[in-house]
């Protein structure tokens, strides 16, 4: 059974950095690519970041140059390191393998 778990979702000031967290089990992970997404509030989910089995990364125009998605195969992890965070990059932020989703983390920047 797949299972993906989010973590390191907070509140950060405007300029700041946060780093989030995919834990997943219950497949071969590194077989296979992960994105992140998120969700603003009152808005439809939209992609972040995908990184492929091989680690080949691509990010969308919102986030590339701030945001860096990586993976630890040997731990089977996927992670997301925010930079220079946004007050628009408040969401709810989720991990996606296959077609299953995490329960997503909270992101909350303050301006």
């Known amino acids: 059974q797949v299972n993906l778990v989010e973590s390191g979702g907070g509140l950060v000031q405007a300029g700041g950095s946060l780093r989030l967290s995919c834990a997943a089990s219950g497949f071969t992970f590194s077989t296979l690519s992960g994105t992140w997404y998120r969700q603003p509030p009152g808005k439809e989910r939209e992609w972040v970041a995908h990184i492929g089995s091989g680690g080949t990364t691509s990010y969308s125009d919102s986030v590339k140059g701030r945001f860096t998605i990586s993976r630890d195969n040997a731990k089977n992890m996927m992670y997301l390191q925010m930079n220079l965070l946004k007050p628009e990059a408040t969401a709810i932020y989720s991990c996606?393998?296959?077609?299953?989703w995490g329960q997503g983390t909270q992101v909350t920047v303050s301006s």
């Open positions: 996606r393998f296959i077609n299953t």
